[in-house]
């Protein structure tokens, strides 16, 4: 349904992390609040964000039907999983509303789809990444590479911590609102939290890193002064709720009123990753906007769209403390079809600008083979004749690749013709 358009797209994703802010800081503040989540307004608030996912993904994904991706069978995956996520969704709102809980199997299978699907796609982005750097040195290449190896890693690493978590509370397999969560924070401070810690710590700041070289460019429009100023923002940002670790400046007021200074440093902290993420996005956005391939356009803006969510939805912990009902649980749904995004935007741009790069040289070697073929008939003729034997090999070639891979050549009809002519002038020149 590409009739949505990118404006509706991008009001569906604003949408979608205003709620996801709202899901992560009621998931946050909650153990402080000590209420039971039997309110009213709590169970309105999870129903109505049950309901805005499956609006989202639903749109969403028939966004992405209207676009020519690579691996087509991989979307169908993709879809037919995200429609199995809505269906266990549903079926949490409709347990906590008609009966007063819901089952932990159901809260950790979303978990374990989510994460599973984020491990594969970046890591296989990454090694395509690294791959692609052995041919071409590209500093900013190989710095996503590494992003997206760390990120991958860091999946790894959340999963063991979240189930080294809910493993001690095998015993739980129906939730109700009447617990205390706060008690559990503490038997999972083991080697799990501490590697999922530097691993996301890590991914942030390597990704961050990644985004500056590829905005590097902007540093002479703004001037490097500005510049640093708008990429520093998120970066400060994001650590700056380690302050406690390293610094610990806000320790008097900690002290004098422990309960209010941690929900208000919970909400200030709320929107790190997102914020993150959104920098993050405005990268491929930019590139995409210095390309006047409308195709591999569209791919760039569908991975800024994914590296937003992606960030955004990467926020797992609350969830260990098994709320009632279970906030985070919206954000963290939307982790796999973010990683999904990103995979097939950046790796069907790259398969398209390749296919161009291939097509231009098949038809400069064509022609000159083509020239030899035809050396005797006269010049206007000739010219003729190879024009239309290049075409009929581009466009069998075109389609070849087009029905094996479902990704567009980013080269146009029109473009391919001029340089055709281009070659044909060059070869003219030459003789």
Do not use: C
């Not at 989510?114 to 190989?142: C, E, P």
């Not at 009632?324 to 954000?331: A, I, N, V």
């Amino acid at each position: 349904m590409v009739s949505l358009g990118h404006k509706g797209l991008l009001i569906i994703f604003a949408l979608i992390i205003v709620a996801s802010l709202v899901d992560t800081s009621i998931r946050k503040i909650s153990p402080f609040l000590g209420r039971p989540g039997t309110a009213i307004e709590d169970v309105a608030v999870f129903t109505s964000l049950i309901i805005i996912y499956a609006m989202g993904q639903y749109l969403i994904l028939n966004f992405l039907a209207g676009v020519r991706l690579h691996f087509q069978k991989s979307y169908k995956i993709v879809r037919w999983s995200q429609y199995a996520l809505i269906v266990m969704l549903a079926l949490i709102a409709w347990q906590v509303v008609f009966t007063g809980g819901y089952y932990s199997i159901l809260m950790k299978t979303v978990i374990w789809i989510n994460y599973a699907m984020f491990v594969i796609l970046t890591g296989f982005l990454s090694y395509r990444f690294l791959a692609w750097s052995t041919s071409d040195r590209n500093r900013v290449v190989v710095a996503y590479g590494i992003a997206m190896a760390v990120l991958s890693s860091s999946g790894v690493f959340t999963v063991l911590y979240v189930n080294d978590a809910l493993s001690g509370q095998r015993d739980i397999e129906y939730i109700k609102p009447l617990r205390s969560p706060i008690a559990i924070i503490a038997s999972v401070e083991n080697i799990f939290s501490s590697s999922y810690l530097a691993s996301s710590v890590s991914a942030f700041i390597l990704t961050w890193i990644a985004t500056i070289l590829l905005l590097n460019h902007y540093s002479k429009k703004l001037g490097m002064i500005r510049y640093w100023i708008l990429v520093l923002i998120p970066l400060v940002y994001f650590l700056g709720q380690f302050e406690s670790v390293f610094l610990d400046l806000s320790l008097s007021i900690r002290k004098s009123d422990p309960i209010v200074f941690s929900m208000t440093y919970t909400l200030v902290f709320s929107a790190t990753k997102p914020v993150g993420g959104i920098l993050f996005g405005i990268a491929f956005w930019s590139v995409s906007r210095n390309i006047e391939n409308k195709i591999v356009q569209n791919y760039l803006i569908v991975s800024a769209y994914g590296m937003i969510l992606l960030f955004t939805a990467n926020q797992p912990v609350g969830l260990t403390l098994i709320p009632y009902p279970p906030f985070g649980l919206f954000t963290i749904s939307f982790l796999g079809l973010a990683s999904y995004l990103v995979f097939i935007g950046v790796f069907s741009a790259s398969m398209s600008v390749a296919l161009d790069n291939k097509l231009r040289t098949m038809i400069k070697r064509s022609a000159l083979d083509e020239t030899k073929f035809v050396e005797s008939i006269g010049t206007s003729e000739m010219e003729k004749i190879i024009e239309r034997r290049v075409r009929h090999m581009v466009l069998k070639t075109e389609a070849d690749f087009k029905e094996e891979t479902g990704v567009e050549p980013s080269l146009t009809d029109t473009e391919a013709k001029d340089y055709i002519k281009e070659v044909l002038d060059e070869i003219r020149r030459s003789r």
